[in-house]
T-cell receptor, first 115, second 117 residues
Framework: DAGVIQSPRHEVTEMGQEVTLRCKPISGHDYLFWYRQTMMRGLELLIYFNNNVPIDDSGMPEDRFSAKMPNASFSTLKIQPSEPRDSAVYFC?????????????FGEGSWLTVV | AQTVTQSQPEMSVQEAETVTLSCTYDTSESDYYLFWYKQPPSRQMILVIRQEAYKQQNATENRFSVNFQKAAKSFSLKISDSQLGDAAMYFCAYRSGGMEGAQKLVFGQGTRLTINP
């Protein structure tokens, strides 16, 4: 079975540009998560969805960040405009609901560098 | 809110020896899950082992086992017969078990494990 698929794997962009990160969760999973990992702050939850509906976006840093899940098989995380402090590894993850299983599976991450 | 604490930023062990990584957590929930994830230099997050809070028996996966002390809210990971490939950052994580709880993973700060040949 395919795991969580993220793209791009690596992106280098200039400050002020728009960045879009993409994620395809594991088929049948009800939950989708976006995490960010930096040296200073560790792993932070940005937002998560249940059945395509955003449940908790309290971790989204500011209005420059937005996330969408138009259907069960696709989600995007957009940064506009990007800043050097957004440089991080962004993980997408998915899981089934609590009644089925509670393990959260991670994609390989998108390494973002903003210069 | 739930919190997870890993008090050992770094650990090292000789190859073939046994090492234990510590994790404590705080919660008022009775239904939850605990996990250990491994993150090698590639940055991929790999599930090592999971424990259901309602199970008294400690989980085991080959050379990896946990010591789950529910009353003490402690969840340590033991790696036996350490191998060079075990070198990585290890994260302890908590997730609510019921639909009422927040479904996100709460992570500890991580422990960097070095294996000495």
């Amino acid at each position: 079975d395919a795991g969580v698929i993220q793209s791009p794997r690596h992106e280098v962009t200039e400050m002020g540009q728009e960045v879009t990160l993409r994620c395809k969760p594991i088929s049948g999973h009800d939950y989708l998560f976006w995490y960010r990992q930096t040296m200073m702050r560790g792993l932070e939850l940005l937002i998560y969805f249940n059945n395509n509906v955003p449940i908790d976006d309290s971790g989204m840093p500011e209005d420059r960040f937005s996330a969408k899940m138009p259907n069960a098989s696709f989600s995007t995380l957009k940064i506009q405009p990007s800043e050097p402090r957004d440089s991080a590894v962004y993980f997408c993850a998915s899981s089934p609901g609590p009644s089925v299983g509670n393990t959260i599976y991670f994609g390989e991450g998108s390494w973002l560098t903003v210069v | 809110a739930q919190t997870v604490t890993q008090s050992q930023p770094e650990m090292s062990v000789q190859e073939a020896e046994t090492v234990t990584l510590s994790c404590t957590y705080d919660t008022s929930e009775s239904d939850y899950y605990l996990f250990w994830y491994k993150q090698p230099p590639s940055r991929q997050m790999i599930l090592v082992i999971r424990q259901e809070a309602y199970k008294q028996q400690n989980a085991t996966e080959n050379r990896f086992s946990v010591n789950f002390q529910k009353a003490a809210k402690s969840f340590s990971l033991k790696i036996s017969d350490s191998q060079l490939g075990d070198a990585a950052m290890y994260f302890c994580a908590y997730r609510s078990g019921g639909m009422e709880g927040a479904q996100k993973l709460v992570f500890g700060q991580g422990t960097r494990l070095t294996i000495n040949p």
